[in-house]
């Protein structure tokens, strides 16, 4: 009877920390840098106003010669509203009001869907 509840006791701290797993794996999200965010723009390099502060368009709009496509992404930081300018992939399709993954560090692949 006791090696029943060992092993019921068991079963159950596994099931629990499986449980748990997805929050382990957002966390870690958090801490790489990735947001969820939501499209409230895109367009050219020059249709999404003036340059930001870690704005993907200083690089990005030189080696493209103007025909990359950007999302200007909102995300909260806290009780923050941040705008963060980042580089459509051509095999996304996204618009206006779609939610995304937003990396936060670099610009290569900074929108997932």
């Not at 705008?83 to 459509?88: E, M, T, W």
């Not at 993954?101 to 692949?109: A, E, I, P, S, V």
Request: aromatic share 4%; glycine share 12%.
């Amino acid at each position: 009877m006791l090696n029943a509840r060992v092993i019921g006791a068991g079963i159950a701290t596994l099931l629990a920390m499986s449980a748990c797993s997805p929050m382990l794996s957002k966390r870690s999200d958090l801490g790489n840098g990735w947001r969820i965010g939501t499209i409230v723009r895109t367009g050219d390099a020059e249709s999404l106003g003036p340059m930001r502060e870690n704005d993907c368009r200083r690089v990005g709009a030189l080696e493209a010669g103007g025909a990359q496509r950007y999302a200007s992404v909102q995300y909260f930081s806290g009780r923050h509203a941040h705008l963060r300018i980042v580089p459509i992939d051509d095999a996304l399709n996204v618009q206006e009001g779609d939610s995304v993954y937003l990396r936060l560090t670099g610009c290569n692949d900074a929108i997932m869907q």
